[in-house]
């Protein structure tokens, strides 16, 4: 075995140091709250990020053999591994919107197992015993319907009221998963259904007081796959919880496995993204982000593998382009403006005008059908709206009209928003705030720099690397990716921004990550070039970073009542 280099005998140690620094932090969590077993999990974080790390080193050095194995070979085991521990340390439910994403989830679960999706109101309907993980307290009073539907029907008491399991991360989020997960506790919801005679609360239906996003089915199929397995088999509710997630973790890793191997170049850029905070703990979660980011990746990979490498372009590739773009365009309408990707493919590889324009066709109509089933309803009340109000703040938006007619309040907007908001952007993408957009349970700003200079280290050119992107294909790249961007600052205009604010709200910096390897990779350039190429070693300083990351993130909760 080579000898280890002193930089990362270094990382390694202060790696220790920073597991050992805030294991003070979770002892006192476990003194205040008395849950000794927090430390029992903490010292298999502790474990699992140490022999993690040292196995991942040897994984991207090839510590002992002559051949290092490429990077589509290595960020398999890579991408789960961190993303079942982000799983493990942010609990469900408390990823952005993640509980609608749950819903939805369950409501395609119940179309796979044959059962009732909804009832006569459109609530989703689900087990009597996963109603634990929306009212973790069991404060709300149920009854019985006439159609043998349990629903809720108010508070028990005031100022305690509902609650979902991630809505608030702290130590009693653990405590729940414990009890009820591990040491197989009833819940409240389990409790007050035995005081009515019912000993088999699973077995009754229920309706949810959520209500599931507006989208294309497909973008829940693992998640609905993973809870499908959970009720065959009798599972408990952070059971079926878990599983879900885990299934959206399977098919994230997979797809972009599968970019990664389509990719004729830039495949370390995209492993970096799938290394960024934010990414990993999106792709252990219920979001639909994870068939946004998964298909887009591959979409990305094969217009540039038809660009740049493959000689002809085949009927396969076009419908290949054709599911991705019908499949994960109506979950988020903006990326539609990917599909000016597939203009850096040459005429002539599909055989000449004609097959091009057949081709165009094929895959722009894919997605317009697509949106037109699925986001119809969504479509027309962004442009018909005359007078639209922005339901969150109770003020009156924006609409088409009155921006086409003030355009000079369009650039105002515009101006000001990239002023303010970008560097919260940059952030959030990076993963400032996780959870849902928690600001105790964040990224401090060391490491997210340090992820940035990572990503603008991957990007650059390295010695005797020829440069592909270049000229027009660049440029159009760009142009694309400030479409995409164009794009989620007037949707959310129009959709979720009042007249009275200087800059457009709800715009996340996680909207940018399905087009941030494609951007990163047309920077490459000749006028900053890396003089070695140290790519494995930034992305394993991104893994060992991510266990830093773990271990706070970890100590936080523990100690946040």
Known sequence: MKKLPKTWLTVWAFLVLLAIWHF????????????????????????????GTAAAYGVFFNQGGKVKKPLEQIYPVVGFFLGMLYLFVLPPLSAPDEISHYIGSYRISNYMLGKQAVNSFGDVLIRGSDWFLEDIYGNYEYEEGEDH?????????????????????????YRLIHDVGLKGKATPQEERFLEQGIERVEKETAASRYQAVATTPFAYVPQALGISLARVFHLGPLWLAYLGRLCNLVFFVAMTTLSMRRLPFGKEVLF???????????????????????????????????????????????VVLMVLMAVAGPCKMIYGVLIGLCLLIPVKKFGGWSRWGCAALAVAGAWILAMIVINSTVLVNLVGQEEPVVAWAGEAGYSVSFLLQNPRKLLQVLYNTVLW????????MIGTYLGSLDPMLDVPYLPVMLFTFCLIGLALKKPKEELIVTGGRRAWIFTVCAGCVAAAFLSMLIAWTPVSSPVISGVQGRYFLPFLPVFLMACKNNGLILTKDINRSILYLMFCTNGYILFRLFSIISMRG
């Open 24 to 51: 003070l932090d979770v002892r006192n969590g476990t003194r205040t709250y008395g849950d000794q077993w927090l430390m029992v999990w903490y010292g298999i974080l502790i474990l699992a990020i140490v022999l």
């Open 149 to 173: 539907i349990w629903k809720g029907v108010g508070d028990i008491q005031e100022d305690k009221p509902w609650m979902i399991l991630g809505h608030t991360v702290n130590e009693e989020t």
């Open 272 to 318: 970096g993204v799938a290394l960024l905070p934010m990414t990993l703990h999106l792709s252990a979660s219920y979001s639909y982000d994870v068939m946004i980011l998964g298909c887009f990746f591959y979409f990305t990979a094969v217009c540039l593998d038809l660009a740049y490498k493959k000689e002809q372009v085949s009927t396969k590739d076009v």
């Open 421 to 428: 908001a970008t560097e919260t952007y940059h952030l959030t």
